[in-house]
């Protein structure tokens, strides 16, 4: 991983916001949001093929930019708007298992239209964010020939453009949503009944996150669950799931192949990268991370996952 080899690209359609957070550590107003920073800050510690499509409005502090460009990502995708940053306002509960989210100013966003460069279109990863699923299809229609499609969404999407959201569905190999979300796609309770019809649905894979409780991955061939790391401290889970994306899919760049065995093991890079990101407000605790720490980290949790086979 140091020699920050780049087999395959990956292209990351998202969003960039300002998030004000409020909770059981006080109220931080003006955080880094948006999947696509926490995907591509991510993504970065693997691999330097990394470019997003996103827009910002004119409010939107260029520092947060230069960072990401500086960490070797394509930045020149993320288009600059007049007009107000997409803004997230949340409340967490006290013990943060729970979110309610107090106002949401779309802003730029609401017209946002991906456009894929020329140099983009041949992307071999690629990534769609929590968007429209009207506007994921578009995408889709721009890129080339992609080895791995990934589609995240929400229950809003699920539940007010079901039928745009199944077609672009058909067209992806990874879905990667939470249990709730899979529950209300599925309209089945139990998860692993949800993954089976979910599969029929298109892709060749489901991937559910479930916050501390890890994530669980579904496909043809099997099923498998990547722990959580339990943490001494969890201050922001903002940005969780962004980050155990990012850490998947930036590995699969990293280690060249889209074998179950490699995919396996992206899922638990995920949860390390994870694990980093709510440690801390925003991407702060995704920063300045070493391969090292890293390493140090994804074998805290293999062995904390590791039991020896037995005969009964």
């Known amino acids: 991983?140091?020699?920050?080899?780049?087999?395959?690209?990956?292209?990351?359609?998202?969003?960039v916001a300002l998030d004000d957070i409020d909770g059981p550590f006080g109220f931080h107003k003006d955080l880094l949001g948006g999947s696509a920073s926490f995907i591509a800050r991510v993504a970065s510690y693997f691999t330097n093929k990394v470019s997003v499509v996103a827009v910002v409005g004119d409010d939107f502090p260029k520092h947060h930019i230069d960072e990401l460009?500086?960490?070797?990502?394509?930045?020149?995708?993320?288009?600059?708007?007049?007009?107000?940053?997409?803004?997230?306002?949340?409340?967490?509960?006290?013990?943060?298992?729970t979110r309610e989210t107090l106002d949401t100013r779309l802003g730029v966003f609401a017209d946002f239209a991906p456009k894929v460069r020329e140099d983009q279109r041949d992307a071999q990863l690629v990534l769609l964010?929590?968007?429209?699923?009207?506007?994921?299809?578009?995408?889709?229609?721009?890129?080339?020939?992609?080895?791995?499609?990934?589609?995240?969404?929400?229950?809003?999407?699920?539940?007010?453009?079901?039928?745009?959201?199944?077609?672009?569905?058909?067209?992806v190999q990874t879905l990667m949503i939470n249990d709730e979300e899979a529950r209300l796609l599925?309209?089945?309770h139990n998860l692993r009944r949800a993954a089976a019809k979910i599969l029929k649905m298109g892709p060749t894979s489901v991937i559910i996150k479930r916050g501390d409780?890890?994530?669980?991955?579904?496909?043809?061939?099997?099923?498998?669950?990547?722990?959580?790391?339990?943490?001494?401290?969890?201050?922001?889970?903002t940005g969780a799931g962004d980050s155990f994306a990012g850490g998947l899919m930036g590995y699969l760049a990293y280690a060249g192949d889209l074998s179950p065995a490699t995919i396996r093991t992206a899922m638990i890079m995920g949860s390390v990268m994870g694990s980093f990101a709510v440690e801390?407000?925003?991407?702060?605790?995704?920063?300045?991370?070493?391969?090292?720490?890293?390493?140090?980290?994804?074998?805290e949790l293999a062995e904390l996952a590791a039991f020896d086979r037995v005969r009964l």
């Open 69 to 97: 460009t500086a960490l070797g990502v394509d930045t020149s995708g993320i288009e600059r708007k007049a007009g107000e940053t997409f803004h997230w306002v949340g409340k967490y509960a006290p013990d943060l298992s």
């Open 213 to 237: 409780a890890g994530a669980l991955l579904f496909h043809g061939g099997g099923a498998f669950a990547a722990p959580a790391m339990p943490l001494a401290d969890v201050k922001d889970p």
């Open 280 to 299: 801390k407000f925003s991407v702060d605790g995704l920063r300045d991370l070493t391969t090292p720490r890293i390493q140090q980290r994804f074998d």
């Open 186 to 188: 599925a309209e089945e």
């Open 129 to 171: 964010g929590n968007i429209d699923p009207t506007l994921q299809l578009d995408v889709l229609r721009q890129v080339r020939a992609p080895a791995l499609v990934a589609l995240d969404t929400m229950n809003l999407w699920i539940n007010i453009k079901r039928d745009e959201l199944l077609k672009t569905l058909a067209k």
């Open 1 to 15: 991983m140091h020699q920050r080899s780049a087999h395959r690209s990956l292209l990351v359609i998202g969003s």
